[in-house]
């Protein structure tokens, strides 16, 4: 993991309802800012994914926990193409979170109940800068960046 940027440089926010007939819009959006921020053609496939992922991962999360506020999509470009994507779920702490985001979550990713490790363990091997935090209110703030070509 790196050290992505504070917020103080986001250009577009998107807030979901939380359903998974919205994930795909989240993916198609992230796909078209990231192409329009000069991300590479070579990276577009990792973005859709790993947004696409990032996404399913907080719908599911505030579904279960049948949490009915808003899923926050946040994109930026200050060096770099940021996309944060925040979730009002109860999690892990923040350590517990980046060690699932690492694949050493302490249990079996695919055999968590929740579905959390497994997604951020999938979002760890996807992307090589993640960052995933635990928001005060308990949701979880998964960062991602990907270079300007």
């Known amino acids: 993991m790196s050290g992505i940027a504070a917020d ?29 921020s000069g991300v590479g053609e070579d990276n577009l496939d990792e973005v859709r994914l790993a947004v696409g992922e990032a996404c399913a991962r907080a ?22 193409f940021r996309v944060s994507v925040v979730d009002g779920a109860k999690t892990g702490t923040g350590d517990e979170l980046t060690a699932m985001a690492n694949g050493a979550g302490g249990s079996i990713p695919w055999a968590d109940p929740s579905g959390d490790a497994l997604g951020l363990a999938l979002l760890g091997a996807v992307v090589q800068d993640l960052v995933v935090d635990q928001e005060i209110d308990g949701g979880t703030r998964v960062t991602m960046s990907w270079p300007l070509a």
Do not use: C, K, N, Y
């Not at 989240?26 to 796909?31: E, H, Q, S, V, W």
């Open 59 to 80: 719908v599911r999360m505030q579904e279960r926990q049948g949490v009915t506020a808003p899923v926050t999509v946040e994109f930026a470009e200050a060096g770099r």
């Open 8 to 36: 103080t440089d986001v250009t577009v926010t998107l807030r979901l309802p939380p359903s998974p007939a919205h994930v795909r819009t989240a993916r198609l959006i992230a796909a078209a800012m990231a192409r329009r």
